[in-house]
């Protein structure tokens, strides 16, 4: 798989995609874009012109595995809030075709991407804030430990660690949910609904979310 940082280019490489006949030079053999990807686009850099050939509305659609070699091809990722996105080639030497040949790209979002769950809670009650209800949607932050900031409190009840109960967090890890220390402690008070606002935040990659409200 290709990975690439969201609204930037990266280089395709033999390690991504590589073909060798024993009767073909690397520039004898063809690739076609079949399908073109929906969150990109393929160009290429012409040495001898010393610029890129190709745009979003004008791609290229043909390379030579000599073009990759070179490090000459990229894919250049456009459009935001985007996962995943995949080509397909077709791959010749002038006599055996390949066709319909899948490249699967990975996209590392700008932004954190996180899942919110609202959920039930009985007057006076207390609820672990779990994975259930609050987790981050991409595979490429999974192993990182980083903080929730509580951007606004909740009306009728306070975020606390269950290790020092009654203390209201204004901030609390990614760690300390997956162990389920984390809570929801409701007030006791008359209120059907309340509500509380987050974001993920990453001093280390110097990334965060969108503001969430559960």
């Given amino acids: ?116 769950h609202n959920f039930t809670i009985e007057e006076g009650a207390s609820k672990a804030l779990t994975e259930d209800f609050i987790k981050i949607a991409s595979p490429h932050f999974a192993e990182l430990n980083f903080e929730y900031l509580l951007i606004k409190v909740p009306n009728h009840g306070h975020i606390e660690n269950s290790h020092f109960p009654g203390q209201a967090l204004m901030s609390f890890t990614r760690h300390q949910v997956e162990e389920e220390f984390i809570y929801y402690v409701h007030d006791d008070s008359e209120s059907l609904r309340d509500n509380f606002s987050i974001m993920v935040n990453d001093t280390q990659l110097r990334k965060q979310s969108l503001l969430w409200t559960v």
Avoid: M
């Fill in 1 to 116: 798989n290709l990975l690439v940082e969201e609204g930037k280019p990266v280089k395709i490489s033999k390690t991504n995609l590589q073909v060798i006949h024993e009767d073909n030079l690397p520039s004898e053999i063809i690739y076609k874009v079949n399908v073109a990807p929906a969150h990109g686009y393929i160009r290429s850099f012409t040495e001898t012109e010393g610029f890129y050939v190709g745009t979003e509305h004008h791609p290229i659609q043909y390379f030579s595995q000599q073009d990759v070699n070179d490090g000459s091809i990229q894919y250049v990722q456009v459009r935001k809030n985007q996962t995943k996105d995949i080509f397909t080639v077709d791959i010749s030497n002038g006599i055996v075709e390949l066709s319909e040949i899948p490249i699967l790209i990975d996209i590392i979002p700008t932004l954190i991407p996180v899942k919110i």
